[in-house]
């Protein structure tokens, strides 16, 4: 399905994740979080960045990557994305969420 | 006389012997497959175990009996791999040089990684069932509980059989209304992901299951300590879900042998080529099954499917030609749902589980993503294919190692 981001017709799944990453940027990214009642800080933008660099490497995507990232802690991690980080950052960082297979 | 070397003889590496055992010429190669333990275990069994379905001897057997007596068996631990010089080194101080090395090592459990989790309440009401002990030891555990809240909880993803987590909570909802003590046991699935059906499709076809079994759902959940002694279960956002019986996953890791000979990931899964099974660091090393990092499922299935590939890609690899990059991630899985009845997914790395007809398109019998006793027949008769076929190599009838699309109802999914 479609929907209109930060004035842009953006492709989007039923759960709102971006289909299509070479849609994202970053004033997407930043409504996308505003809908979550995130607002960006410098500090966001570092983890989006890692969970960018992850992406485009094919790597999944984890709390123990997180962890071992150096980027931030799990605790801060969880205070900037509260209540389910990985999902809600993921969904800001216009990539889809870490899935099992059904 | 060259040589190819397999490391495991578990689902995956015993595949591949007995595949290449009739197609390398037998006057120029020899074959080795080393693994330190002697039975192979059925491990799809590890999920009927706890409840008496199955009995401990239908899930063992001597692992000497699937390895073609033309190979070279060895029962030994492996120390290293010295990929630069192409050599396996063995306990003992026994060397294998090889010309082409298959990893196959598979993944393990490791409940060391969470704090608290094998700790004093390990086998006491801290289980798993990913491994013939601790599967055996919960059956045991099972047969005498008066009840109380049992807590289904994954720690982190990938893990082996991603599904089996959510069958051990059917199952058990079937085992307790059997035994007529449902109404004292009160059953949670914990999860690190969104949801335990992380796929639209999957979610709106199948999450009736949870509600009528009454089966509650913590997601998000990412595990960071166990407290043994207040028996909770405590998350990075200080989320507590309190057990009398926790039946976890703990972190699935790949063999200590890769970490020790600096080939593995964060998780000792080996950096493997995803369409080619090809190790991305060495190409005279390959990988196959649970011991790659390929973004699939860690299954019994994905593994048959990649040993028919692989087995390929190391004739043309032996011939100097170019790898097929055929393999697609392809997994096919009984899904059991307790009652006598199952469901059955079909999926690969760019296609998610829809509803359907398998494997012939249009007939069936088995229906994809819809619970039916057929599909738990197919489950049931899958234990003998496992041991008479699938390890022996055996191309099962009509399921191709490529997913076929076809049958299949993905048009509903573009919305």
Same mark, same amino acid.
């Given at each position: ?16 994740? =971006? ?20 607002? @960006? ?19 999944? =995507?984890?709390?123990?990557?997180? +962890? ?21 950052? *993921? @969904? ?11 | ?12 590496? *015993?595949?591949?012997?007995?595949? =290449?055992?009739? +197609?390398?010429?037998?006057? #120029? ?18 999920l009927?175990?706890p ?18 007596? !033309? ?23 026994? !060397? ?20 608290? @989790? ?8 801290i289980f798993d069932f990913y ?7 919960l059956?045991?555990?099972l047969? &005498?509980?008066?009840?109380?809240k049992l807590v289904v909880h994954i720690t &982190?993803?990938?893990i +082996?059989?991603?599904i089996a987590p959510l069958e051990f909570v059917f199952l058990a909802d079937?085992y307790f ?8 046991v009160d059953i949670t699935f914990v999860t690190?992901?969104?949801?335990a ?5 999957? *979610? ?6 949870l509600?009528?079994k009454?089966i509650k759902e913590v997601?998000?959940f ?11 279960i ?5 989320? #507590?879900v309190?057990y009398d019986l926790l039946v976890t996953v ?15 990931? &964060? ?38 499917? #990649? ?42 790395? *760019? ?65």
């Amino acid at each position: 399905m479609e929907k209109l981001i930060a004035q842009r017709t953006i492709s989007v799944n039923e759960e709102g994740y =971006l289909t299509d990453f070479s849609q994202w940027t970053k004033e997407i990214g930043e409504e996308i979080a505003k809908e979550q009642n995130i607002s @960006m800080t410098d500090r966001h933008w570092e983890v989006i960045d890692y969970i960018h660099d992850k992406f485009q490497k094919q790597e999944p =995507l984890s709390i123990r990557g997180i +962890k071992k990232s150096g980027v931030i802690n799990i605790k801060e991690f969880y205070k900037l994305f509260p209540g389910g980080p990985l999902k809600k950052a *993921t @969904m800001i960082a216009g990539i889809p969420k870490p899935k099992s297979c059904i | 006389m060259k040589h190819l070397v397999i490391l495991g003889a578990g689902t995956s590496g *015993t595949m591949m012997v007995n595949h =290449l055992i009739g +197609k390398l010429p037998k006057k #120029e190669w020899k074959i080795t497959i080393v693994d330190q333990y002697k039975t192979h275990y059925y491990q799809p069994g590890f999920l009927f175990l706890p409840f008496d379905i199955y009995t401990t001897k239908q899930v063992k057997k001597d692992g000497r009996k699937f390895i073609p007596k !033309e190979a070279n068996y060895i029962q030994k631990k492996i120390e290293l791999i010295l990929p630069k010089e192409n050599l396996v080194k063995l306990e003992g101080g026994e !060397e294998l040089p090889y010309d082409i090395l298959i990893v196959a090592t598979g993944t393990n459990i490791a409940p060391d990684e969470i704090e608290g @989790m094998d700790g004093p309440g390990w086998y006491k009401d801290i289980f798993d069932f990913y491994t013939y002990e601790g599967a055996k030891a919960l059956r045991n555990k099972l047969r &005498e509980w008066k009840g109380g809240k049992l807590v289904v909880h994954i720690t &982190e993803m990938p893990i +082996k059989c991603p599904i089996a987590p959510l069958e051990f909570v059917f199952l058990a909802d079937s085992y307790f209304k059997n035994k007529g003590m449902r109404d004292k046991v009160d059953i949670t699935f914990v999860t690190p992901l969104s949801g335990a059906f992380t796929k639209p499709r999957a *979610t709106k076809a199948l999450h009736y299951l949870l509600e009528e079994k009454n089966i509650k759902e913590v997601t998000d959940f990412n595990i960071e300590r166990v407290d043994y002694e207040n028996k909770k279960i405590i998350d990075y956002a200080d989320t #507590e879900v309190a057990y009398d019986l926790l039946v976890t996953v703990p972190t699935n890791m790949g063999d200590a042998l890769l970490e020790r000979s600096g080939m593995g990931d &964060e998780l000792n899964h080996i950096p493997t080529h995803k369409a080619t099974l090809q190790t991305l660091d060495h190409e005279n090393i390959f990988a196959i099954g649970d011991a790659t990092n390929l973004p699939t499922s860690k299954a019994g299935s994905v593994a048959h499917f #990649e040993a028919e590939i692989l087995t390929e890609n190391i004739l043309h690899y032996i011939k100097g030609e170019p790898l097929k990059e055929e393999f697609d991630g392809h997994a096919n899985c009984f899904i059991e749902t307790g009652n006598g009845k199952a469901l059955l997914i079909d999926f690969n790395y *760019t296609h998610e589980p829809v509803e359907g007809t398998f494997p012939f398109p249009g007939v069936g019998p088995l229906q994809l993503l819809k619970e039916s006793r057929a599909n738990h027949m197919g489950k049931m008769a899958f234990k003998w294919v496992y041991w008479n076929m699938l390890l022996k190599g055996t191309h099962i009838p009509f399921v191709s190692a490529n997913m076929s699309t076809k049958g299949k109802h993905f048009e509903e999914m573009e919305s």
